[in-house]
């Protein structure tokens, strides 16, 4: 269904060390992910996918994808490809797949800042909780502008730092702890949309008071 083309290897040693981290912090996830996010992450991955303008035979790819907690809110007439680092989380998406017949679903463990996939495969790009968990965001942002086509959609659920000054300022200080615990939590998303490259069409939360934004974008090229 899909050609891949030759994996590019990171040249600074300070991202592979990174992504080692990460690995290990989300193998340590794996089994308890469901039990402890599930409850704040699926209403707004629900809500995302439920007004992504998505067409029967439209070609997908969920980036970080973890346990596929975004599997059952997508249409059946849609093929999905749902990549991730972490071996343990993918093997969590894969038994859901399992369990639930999902067979227009496909997993692939790949790096998302620098995937194998072809300019121009992907008609929609869905990130969930996963832009402020990779080492460099706009290298991120930048692969998933390759890789989906001329003005696809590009749909991010994220915590963005507080634009309240308090709550600013302890973002800053726990960002260390939350880093070590698996994301950052002072990214802004002023600098990440102007940055990414994206048309944002529309920005919100769910809630007057969330810690998450709804970001639907057009990938401009
Ligand atoms: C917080 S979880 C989000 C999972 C899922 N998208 C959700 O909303 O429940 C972050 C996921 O991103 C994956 N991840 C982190 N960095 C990645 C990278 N560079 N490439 C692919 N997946 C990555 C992690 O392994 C983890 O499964």
């Given amino acids: 269904m899909f050609t891949l083309r030759d994996y ?6 300070g991202i592979q060390l990174e992504i080692e981290s990460i690995k290990k912090i989300y193998a340590g996830y794996s ?26 035979g439209d ?31 993918l093997r969590q998406a894969r038994e859901k797949i399992r369990d639930n017949n999902l067979d227009n679903i496909k997993l692939l463990s790949m790096d998302a800042m620098s ?3 072809q300019d121009d ?30 003005n696809g959609q590009v749909v991010i659920v994220n915590h963005f730092k507080s634009r309240n000054r308090v709550v600013e300022a302890v ?15 002072d990214l802004c998303l002023n600098e990440f949309i102007s940055r990414s490259g994206l048309r944002v069409e529309k920005k919100y939360m769910l809630k007057k008071l969330d810690f998450w934004h709804i970001l639907f974008a057009k990938n401009i090229k």
Wanted: glycine content about 4%; charged content about 25%; proline content about 7%.
């Fill in 8 to 13: 590019k290897p990171y040249d600074e040693s």
């Fill in 31 to 56: 089994n308890v992910y469901d039990t402890l996010f599930k409850r704040f992450f699926y209403p707004r991955i629900k809500h995302a996918i439920t007004y992504m303008d998505i067409k029967p």
């Fill in 59 to 89: 070609r997908i790819l969920d980036v970080g994808v973890g346990t596929g907690l975004s599997f059952l809110a997508f249409p059946k007439h849609c093929s999905i490809i749902g990549i991730d680092l972490s071996p343990e989380m």
């Fill in 115 to 117: 995937t194998a996939f």
């Fill in 121 to 150: 495969t992907f008609d929609t790009v869905f990130i969930s909780h996963v832009v402020s968990v990779v080492p460099d965001p706009y290298r991120l942002m930048e692969e998933v502008r390759r890789v989906c086509k001329k």
């Fill in 171 to 185: 973002e800053k200080i726990i960002n260390p702890v939350c880093k070590r615990i698996g994301w950052r939590s």
